[in-house]
Every structure is written in C-alpha cells, then in structure tokens.
C-alpha cells in the first residue's frame, strides 16, 4: 500500500485526499470509548436540567391534553384536528395509557428526550470532531425552547431528532458506503418525523430528496429508498385515518391548512421574535417585542451557521455543513414564510440542524486565535455564552412559572365544577373547554369551529342526560340555549350548568 494512505469504511483512498474515519465500531467498546462519554455527558446534563428547572408538576397544555386523552383511560379523547398525528399518544402511551400522573410523565420524557438526544448527536460522530458534535449538543439542549419541550407531550422536539438522525445518517452513508447501519438510521430519522409531523418530515427532507434524485453523484438507491420507506411508514397511519376521517388526504390538507389560519405567503420572521419572550403561543401575535437582549440569539444563530459553512468550505468538507443547513432552512420555511402566527417550538428541527455548523464556528474561532489574541478570544466567548445562558434560563424560569399559573387555574376550574355536581361522565362546551374536560375527566364537544361532532341541539339532548356545563370567561354572554341556565363560578370562569345537573348535584 503507498505511503500515506489509509483504509477506511470506503475502501482505499487515493493519495493526497482527505480521509474521514467513520469505521462503525462494536457498541461495547463504543460505550467505553471518550467520544460516547462527551455525548453522554451533554444528554445526562440535559434530562438533569429538564427536572430541576421544568417543574414535573406543571400540569398538562392545551395541546398535550389532546394527545394524552387519545390513550388516557381517566379521560374521553378530544377532538383530533387534522393537523395532529398520533406520534405522541404512542410516545406517551407506555405511561399515559395506565397512569393519570403528570409528575410521572414528565419524568418519562425527560429520561426517554436525553436518552433520544444521545442517540441523534451519535449518529454525526465522524462527521464532524466529536467536541464540536458535544458542543453542538449542549448548544442545542441549553434554548430554553428545547429545556421546555424536551418533557412535554408534543410533537416538535421529536421532529427535531428525527432530522438529526436523518441528515446525520444519510452523510455518514454517502461518506462510507460499507456503514450499514447508516441506511437504517436514515430510515428511523425519517419515520420519526413523519410519524410526530408527516408534513413537517416532507419539508425537512426536501433538500435530501432533490440531492438523491438530481445530483448524478448523490444518487444511492438504498439512500433513497430508506429515505422514502422511512417517511412512509411514518405517515401511512396518518394518511389511512384522513381516508377514514376526514374525507380524504386531500380534505384532510385542506382542513389542516384552515385550522392553521390558512398557508400562504405570509411573512411571520416578526412574530416569531415576539414568541422568543416565552410566549407558547402567539396568535394573535400583537405586542411589543422582547428585550433585544432576548431575541439576539436568535439573529447571532444563522451569522455563525454561515460563518460554519465558510470555515467548511476552506476545509474541503463542504457537504457535511451545507446539507444540515439547507434540511434547516426548509424545515423553517412553513413556519416563516407561510403561516401568520407563531410558537418557539415550531422552530426546534432547525435550530437541531444549525447548532453542528455553529458550534464548528465557534471551535475555528478559537483555535485560530493565536497568540495573545488566545486567551482574549476565549474570555471574550465564555462570557458570552454565559451571557447566553442567563437569558434562556431567566426566560424558561418565567415561562414555566406563566404555564404552571394556568394550568392551576384550570385544575381549580374542574375542581369547582365537580362541586357543582359536573362529574363523570360528563360534557363540557365553550371557553377553554378542552383542557379544562380534561382535568375535569369530561368530554370535550363544541358546536362550531374545528369540532364539528356535536350540533347544539345535540348539546341539549345531552344536558338532558349527562352533567353539561357552557364555559364563558366572566362577562361574556352565553349560547341562546344556556341563557337561562343558572350560572356559577368555576375557578376564573363562569359556567352555566344544565338544570338537571344542579337538580342532581
């Protein structure tokens, strides 16, 4: 063999290029090895802060109340929009499905969320150097948005290690083609997606998709196939039910896009910065903006990300930085450009695919510092990002202290509404009602809006022979139907309660 050259999982390299040891090794030494520790160590510290700083008492949200109620056996199913998938109510099933504890589900998610992230981070070993992969990790685990939602029952998070395994699966591939794990993760990144948000995997795999078909060089069949499989098998389950359901996949797109307020082109960069003070859910998003102080991760993000693909360019690495960026820029485009509200979490796939290529910035930075300008250089970026720190852990403070707020008031609201004799089996319609039918163990029916499965007059027919109460926010005048309905406080909400409730109550 010439000097110089080395066998890798590709075969033999010619001399004078570039060689990328990404030789899979046997788990058992890969488990002892370094490199798994620093991941290890970003994961492990990442379940640790999500249970000491997202309180496993926080009550359920609105939306996870919607996926949990689809396995819970304490409460009936709300209604399932057409938007939703059932990834999550199969994520949290093993405990939802036989426990009403929150503090219990919390805790799932939080080992099961670091458990994941060690997983996705693994998967771009070779790739990049594992420092800048553990950076990356710790980058991406330190947004408070990812803190916040990483022990949730929602889809979003998920969505994001899915394409950490996807993109990180499909490079290492294409690098080596003798990985024959490779493929596999390919396929699991990409059903994962699919499986949390199948219109969210298809956005965020586009740039793979155009590679494997239009790039004469990029064309691996088994790639491709694994790609295409994985996203199928994601969302049949999805498809099949818009058959059974909803009339259709193409009634089914549509209904998802009204329920969205309607994709179009929509400009949403300013509302997105509005949500980054710890808004969940910014629609209507109206407000002044948070403390630059707050948002100004948000534009350091994609500065660094470029600077990354400089620093990858001038390495001849190219690929590995440009694919990750162009899967994040698509997975964004939905949420920027075509919808006109926002939430934090809807951006979490590709904040998960820009940290690698920053956190490559960030290591050029220093390690090209020479000189007296070393330690400067250093100082200069640990303040920094302690500064950095300190802003996402005050926001996710005072957005998990806001949350827990509400949803106490919602458990109240059951609790007053079980005094008023509102118990189950029962109904519950108006203000709030889903999450509070919930916490209530009631069904939730409304007569207009996206829950169509319930007239009026069948609301009627159903106060006649189960507790029913209308939810209104004090103030607020009822439905003609509960008019004369005699009305009691129920937590911060008024609720009119059906005559033959309070008769038996």
């Keep these: 063999m010439p000097h110089g050259v080395r066998t890798t999982a590709a075969g033999t390299r010619r001399p004078g290029t570039r060689a990328v040891d990404i030789t899979p090794r046997r788990p058992w030494r890969s488990w002892r090895s370094w490199n798994d520790g620093w991941l290890a160590l970003v994961a492990a510290g990442f379940t640790l802060a999500q249970l000491a700083l997202v309180r496993p008492g926080m009550g359920l949200g609105w939306d996870e109340s919607v996926y949990v109620s689809q396995v819970a056996d304490h409460a009936p199913a709300a209604f399932f929009s057409a938007p939703r998938a059932r990834g999550v ?59 916040f939602y990483g022990p949730q029952a929602m889809p979003n998070y998920w969505v994001g290690i899915g394409a950490l395994i996807c993109v990180g699966s499909y490079l290492r591939a294409r690098a080596a083609p003798g990985d024959r794990a490779a493929p596999w993760g390919v396929f699991a990144g990409a059903a994962l997606m699919a499986l949390m948000r199948p219109m969210d995997a298809v956005w965020t795999t586009l740039p793979l998709l155009a590679l494997s078909i239009a790039v004469r060089r990029w064309r691996r069949p088994r790639l491709l196939a694994a790609l295409l499989v994985g996203l199928a098998a994601g969302a049949t389950q999805w498809i099949v039910e818009a058959y059974l359901d909803y009339g259709g996949l193409a009634q089914r797109l549509s209904d998802a896009s009204r329920i969205q307020g309607g994709l179009g082109w929509n400009l949403a960069f300013d509302d997105q910065l509005r949500s980054m003070g710890g808004r969940t859910l910014c629609r209507p998003c109206v407000g002044s903006m948070p403390h630059p102080a707050v948002t100004l991760w948000w534009f350091v993000l994609p500065v660094l990300a470029v600077l990354g693909l400089v620093v990858a360019v001038r390495a001849r690495r190219t690929a590995r930085t440009l694919v990750p960026l162009a899967c994040a820029a698509t997975a964004a485009v939905p949420y920027l450009l075509l919808i006109g509200y926002a939430a934090p979490r809807f951006l979490l796939p590709a904040y998960a695919l820009l940290v690698l290529p920053v956190a490559d910035a960030l290591v050029h930075l220093v390690s090209a510092a020479r000189g007296a300008w070393r330690p400067v250089t250093v100082t200069g970026m640990a303040l920094a990002l302690a500064g950095h720190l300190a802003v996402q852990f005050t926001v996710l403070e005072r957005t998990v202290h806001r949350t827990t707020a509400a949803h106490r008031a919602w458990d109240r609201t059951a609790t007053d509404l079980h005094s008023l004799g509102v118990r189950p089996p029962c109904v519950l319609t108006g203000h709030e009602a889903v999450p ?70």
Aim: charged letters at 15%.
């Design 436 to 505: 509070i039918a919930f916490y209530t163990g009631c069904a939730s029916r409304q007569p207009r809006g996206h829950d169509t499965s319930i007239t009026e007059a069948g609301l009627l027919r159903a106060a006649r022979a189960t507790p029913l109460a209308v939810l209104t926010e004090p103030g607020t005048r009822p439905p003609a139907y509960a008019r004369t309905w005699p009305a009691r406080r129920a937590g911060d909400l008024t609720a009119y309660v059906a005559p033959f409730v309070l008769r038996e109550g």
């Design 89 to 147: 109510p199969l994520l949290v099933a093993p405990v939802a499905a036989w426990s009403s504890s929150t503090p219990l589900l919390r805790i799932y998610l939080a080992l099961l969320s670091g458990l994941a992230l060690f997983l996705a981070l693994r998967a771009w070993r070779g790739l990049f150097p594992t420092r800048v992969v553990a950076i990356g990790g710790a980058l991406f685990a330190s947004l408070w948005i990812t803190l």
